[in-house]
């Protein structure tokens, strides 16, 4: 590897962080109740204080065998030392009743529960499941923590070394650190331990469980958009949605249409990129109209009856014209309007397709500006309500943290996906073409390895369509491409090529996603403004792992901004 490479991988290609690495490595679901809600606040306290030698397991269950009654629990927390060595951390929140008989703590209809005999009994299990597990020499410990109770002396069975309470939770980490036993086990040994906790076994990860899981939970997570934003009322019906990638604009955009469809009202949906609408055309309610802008202006075309080449390559900016000119003239029928990729229209664009909406009718503009690929005017809806919203559900975290490293957009994207994934993975060729062919090879051949399937990866050039090479070719890592070829046949439908591997340009992925995406062709000398839009686009697109082939100069213009 050049040495500009392994700067590079030196800086982007391992967490920066040193904090306590979590498992699993962010709560997916918003707590249920009061005490779970402390428990994450004590578990961000742990992520913190902790350095990145120690490893912090939490809501871990367990279950136990006493003769043929099987037993069940869950530990709050399980801390792993540097050395392998383990800590209970048992988290009682709210309020603790402290009598002769110890520490209790009332759960509803339960009724009271010793405290003590709880513990006992999470360390008694956690032992046998180590010595089940064949690892005679580790050390189990455990701690309690009052976060809301002050104690008043110790007691037999609660010594103080092994109890902090309200007063000392600043403390907390330092004697978490300090409880461990100075010897430490040999580190393929600590490796079992982690395996142990994680419920890992030896056999192969099996990446399409791990995807479909990431998927849902993003979901669940980027639906905020699809459900507050449509119930914000205005006089005007006018609103504006300017929110980062992976915020969830596509769930808004088919929930206002379906809510549409149930209500029987007329709604259409416009965005620029054809592939986007073809996507969406799939989720949509079929009474509902999705089209791209262009298409809108063909088909206006073809209804004036008028003949057109698609040969001709000014054909689009004919039909243009001509629907800019009609429509005007063109009854008013939509209900709701939504206009998507908003920083890829015209001004006069979006001015002429408003004009198809019903004096009470709604129109929602979404797009982003970070993700303006083509020359346009800016333009605002002064009457409008303006959301905004900087929120990232969908790429991983440690990619969203190398984005905002790098300074790709004027203010920091938030992560919030609940995969936290990894940094992209840089492949740098020399100039020369067959070198960076042969970069991506390498790459797509380590992405098979790692258990990702042809149909789970997109190639996605950072050049366009005319001035790719990748997007010439019939096979990519060994395997037949799935790409445009930039022929039409006589409908001016665009004609595929038939493979596995999605191979697009990045002016035409805008928009989509895939679980893994390999950013392919990046060469540039210096990190211009829109150069910086592009990487963030493709960077966006990933939603479990990112891979960047890239020239040695790019990679040197990253480095400068370390």
Known sequence: MSHVGKVLLAHFGVPKSLMARIHPSFPLHAPATLGAYRERDILRLLEQGLDNRFD????????????????????????????????????????????????????GRQGPKD?????????????????????????????????????????????????????????LCQRISASFPAHSLPEDQRQRVLD??????????????????????TTQLASGLATWVPRIT??????????????????????????AAAQGRKARYVCFNRPLADHLARLAPTRCEVTTF????????????????????????????????????????LDLLILDESQDLNPAWVDALSQALLPDGQLYVMGDSQQQLYEREPFSLSSAVQ????????????????????????????????????????????????????????????LWQSGYTPEQVAVISYRGVQQSEVLRQDRLGGQATRRFTGQYDSAGNSQWSEGPVLAESLYRFKGQSAPAVVLCE?????????????????????????????????????ITLI
């Open 56 to 107: 912090v397991f939490h809501n871990l269950p367990w279950s136990s065998m006493q003769g043929e009654q099987q037993s069940f629990g869950e530990y709050d927390f399980v801390i792993v030392s540097p050395g392998g060595q383990l800590l209970i951390l048992e988290i009682k929140s709210g309020d603790v009743t402290e009598s002769d008989d110890g520490l209790t703590k009332q759960y």
């Open 234 to 259: 205005h006089a005007e019906q006018l609103y504006q949605i300017e929110a980062t990638a992976g915020s969830g604009k596509t769930q808004l955009a088919l929930a206002l249409l379906a809510q």
């Open 387 to 446: 959301v905004r919203c900087m929120d990232n559900f969908r790429s991983p975290q440690r990619v969203v943290h190398m984005i905002n490293k790098l300074g790709l957009t004027p203010e920091p994207v938030l992560a919030r996906s609940a995969h936290a994934g990894e940094v992209p993975h840089f492949h740098i060729w020399e100039a020369g073409q067959s070198s960076a062919q042969g970069k991506l090879n390498e790459c797509l051949a380590k």
């Open 115 to 171: 405290i003590g005999h709880q513990m006992r009994r999470m360390h008694s299990s956690l032992l046998q499941r180590i010595d089940n597990g064949e690892l005679p020499q580790v050390h189990v410990g455990a701690m309690l923590v009052l976060p809301d109770y002050k104690t008043h002396g110790a007691g037999v069975g609660y010594p103080p070394e092994r109890m902090v309470d309200a007063s000392q939770i600043d403390q």
């Open 294 to 333: 262009h298409q809108l202006c063909r088909d206006h075309a073809e209804n004036q009856g008028l003949s057109l080449d698609f040969a001709d390559a000014k054909v689009f900016e004919r039909i243009t014209q001509k629907y800019l000119e009609d429509a005007i003239t063109l009854p008013a029928r």
């Open 522 to 558: 990046v060469d540039f000398e210096t990190l211009t403004e829109r150069d910086k839009r592009k990487l963030f686009v493709g960077l966006t697109r990933a939603q479990m792992r990112v891979d960047v082939v890239l020239s040695e100069r790019a990679a040197r213009a990253l």
């Open 196 to 217: 142990f906790l994680a419920n890992r076994f030896e056999v192969q990860p099996d990446v399409a469980t791990h995807i479909g899981q990431v998927q849902q939970a």
